[in-house]
């Protein structure tokens, strides 16, 4: 009948157990709200971080067509329909991106962001994969199993990651 805090490290089991969710850094709540809210508008690369998006960091300006253009730290360039100016984290959940080989033609498509990297591991779970990618930024992208089969993808390949501008959430860094 009473309030009830958790404390967790895990925001899946934070999502599931609360209405609200806070993030602490250094000790002071940064962001408070829904699990939903955290996802949809992170404060910080660090609740994006813990919400389980995977977080490059770069210089925002603004673009063509409303869209914000970011300068990754480390080299290569990324886009979001988020605002964003100076630096800024980029979020992108693992399955919002797509692999290909890195040798394939761009797929047509409206996915704006696409960036080569080769490929530092894959791990199986179930039907899905976790495959992380070696870069300046390393990124995590989650395909089927037999995705990873079908692509060769294993330790050393080359792939090409792509995802749309809108999948990409901005947050200050």
Known sequence: ?????????????????????????????????????LTAAPASGQVAAHAGAGVLRGTASPAAGGLTRIELDGGGTIYSTDAGSGPVA?????????????????????????IEAEVSGVTEFGNRARVGR??????????????TRRLGLRPGSRVAATWKATATRLAPR
């Open 1 to 37: 009948a009473g309030p009830t805090i958790v404390v967790t490290h895990d925001f899946a089991e934070a999502a599931q157990l609360g209405d609200a969710v806070a993030v602490l850094e250094d000790g002071r709540i940064v962001q408070r709200g829904s699990p939903a809210e």
């Open 134 to 147: 070696a870069a300046p930024q390393p990124l995590a992208a989650e395909v089927t199993a037999a995705s």
């Open 90 to 114: 980029a979020g992108v959940f693992p399955w919002e991106i797509a692999l290909d080989r890195a040798d394939a033609p761009a797929a047509a498509g409206s996915a704006l962001n696409r």
